[in-house]
Antibody
Framework: EVQLVESGGGLVKPGGSLRLSCAAS????????MNWVRQAPGKGLEWVAS????????YYADSLKGRFTISRDNAKNSLYLQMNSLRAEDAAVYYCAGGREWELPHFDYWGQGTLVTVSS | QSVLTQPPSASGTPGQRVTISCSGSNSNIRRNYVYWYQQLPGMAPKLLIY???QRPSGVPDRFSGSKSGTSASLAISGLRSQDEADYYCATWDDNLSGPVVFGGGTKLTVL
């Protein structure tokens, strides 16, 4: 059974940092692109970042302006999102999603999400 | 404001056929595949249609996708109450440095 389990969300002050993790199982992690998609409360889906199966490419939403970094560790079947200089508008549920290499935005597998709250 | 435009809401009665549109431009929908995601209330999104009109295994053939020019559509036939959800289109945009875009989403209500 495919599982993607996000962790690392929580309450952080504006300007603070947070590192999200996503643990994958049930599929060959190293063969899939991995992605982060977020959803602010009551809002639609917003793509955040994507990374190739061997970290051969990394793409980011323009709105992030270099504050977020996506990375992965294929030996640990894990995906990460380092988020710096957090703002109120970054508050959202962050989903990790696994997809077809070179077929963005083909996202086959989704986690249940982790909630990030940005507030003083 | 997304580069892909969807109607915010749609509705239908059980058994009806409904369509949800997704309007884009030359740099996204015309040149690239369109994907559709279904998000049931309180749940994570789920891939519904890939490469314009392909269904992943397990997705009923009541769901179909199409594309023409700079627009795409999702059609749901034989509407059921369990189809009540938010639906999102997504694609790649050749003109954006952050190239993946989602539509704003359409909330489907089954009356």
């Amino acid at each position: 059974e495919v599982q993607l389990v996000e962790s690392g969300g929580g309450l952080v002050k504006p300007g603070g940092s947070l590192r999200l993790s996503c643990a994958a199982s049930g599929f060959t992690f190293s063969n899939y692109s991995m992605n982060w998609v977020r959803q602010a409360p009551g809002k639609g889906l917003e793509w955040v970042a994507s990374i190739g199966s061997r970290s051969s490419y990394m793409y980011y939403a323009d709105s992030l302006k270099g504050r977020f970094t996506i990375s992965r560790d294929n030996a640990k079947n894990s995906l990460y999102l380092q988020m710096n200089s957090l703002r109120a508008e970054d508050a959202a549920v962050y989903y990790c999603a696994g997809g077809r290499e070179w077929e963005l935005p083909h996202f086959d597998y989704w986690g249940q999400g982790t909630l990030v709250t940005v507030s003083s | 404001q997304s580069v892909l435009t969807q109607p915010p809401s749609a509705s239908g009665t059980p058994g009806q056929r409904v369509t949800i549109s997704c309007s884009g431009s030359n740099s996204n929908i015309r040149r690239n595949y369109v994907y559709w995601y279904q998000q049931l209330p309180g749940m994570a999104p789920k891939l519904l249609i890939y490469k314009n009109n392909q269904r992943p295994s397990g997705v009923p053939d009541r769901f179909s996708g199409s594309k023409s020019g700079t627009s795409a559509s999702l059609a749901i036939s034989g509407l059921r109450s369990q189809d009540e959800a938010d639906y999102y289109c997504a694609t790649w945009d050749d003109n954006l440095s952050g190239p993946v875009v989602f539509g704003g989403g359409t909330k489907l209500t089954v009356l």
